[in-house]
């Protein structure tokens, strides 16, 4: 009944910045947080960032803390993160995932690559 669909990635030099956006099709009416994380190949998934609706609660982990930043439009239809300063280490496919009451809803990831 919800899809997520991230989009905004690509190919990126080191230094540079990228937007993601993150699109919930169908209602948010019973949203309760957004989160993106991401997973290189290899790698365990790992959590970036979520914004929470109570309170509008943010929170990130320390690698893209100071660099990252994540918001909302006012109707919670498209979450946003915004990746400044971008590493190589920050290349892999990011995904968004909503948490509802009872579960969560993936995104297909949408893949990042910071290379000169």
């Known amino acids: 009944q919800v899809q997520v669909v991230e989009s905004g990635g690509g190919l990126v030099q080191p230094g540079g910045s990228l937007r993601l956006s993150c699109a919930t099709s169908g209602s948010t009416f019973s949203l309760l947080a957004v989160s993106w994380f991401r997973q290189a190949p290899g790698k365990e998934r790992d959590w970036v960032a979520t914004?929470?609706?109570?309170?509008?609660?943010?929170a990130y982990a320390d690698s893209v803390k100071g660099r990252f930043t994540i918001s909302r439009d006012n109707a919670w239809n498209t979450v946003y993160l915004q990746m400044n300063t971008l590493a190589p280490q920050d290349t892999a496919v990011y995904y968004c995932r909503e948490r509802v009451p009872g579960n969560y809803i993936w995104g297909q990831g949408t893949p990042v690559t910071v290379s000169s």
């Open positions: 914004i929470a609706t109570a309170g509008d609660i943010i």
